[in-house]
């Protein structure tokens, strides 16, 4: 989606005092924060922010994390995740599959196009 992502993902080890959704949300907001310093200060603006803790907010505030405690609540938002792209609103594909950050080909052919993607399958 033009403005945010879906993902699903797996917590190998805990990372200290941090939870692994807090660790997630600075790990990346960094990374962004360096990418865009590097080659595209304008856009960097964007994201800035008046604030005592931080100076730029690339994540909503409210983001939402929920736990995949079975197979079935799995599968559900895998399922989310795959058509998302061709809900009416975003019209970024006509099939699942056809949407080139998803990872829907990958279920329905085995090309994996990404090389973190691991099989949800394999997980229940």
């Known amino acids: 989606m033009p403005n945010h992502i879906h993902l699903i ?16 949300l600075k ?30 907010e690339f994540w909503q505030r409210d983001s939402l994390a929920i736990e995949l405690f079975n197979s079935e609540v799995a599968y559900k938002k895998l399922d989310y995740l795959h058509n998302n792209p061709l ?15 998803s990872s829907a080909r990958y279920y329905e052919d085995g090309g994996n196009q990404f090389t973190f993607l691991k099989d949800l399958r394999e997980e229940f």
Do not use: C
């Open 87 to 101: 809900a009416e609103h975003w019209q970024l594909a006509v099939e699942p599959s056809g949407y080139l950050y």
């Open 27 to 56: 790990h990346t907001a960094h990374q962004f924060k360096k990418m865009l310093a590097m080659h595209d200060n304008v856009k960097l603006e964007n994201f800035k922010v008046i604030a005592a803790n931080k100076q730029y």
């Open 9 to 24: 993902w797996r917590i190998n080890e805990l990372n200290g005092k941090e939870t692994p959704y807090g660790s997630f």
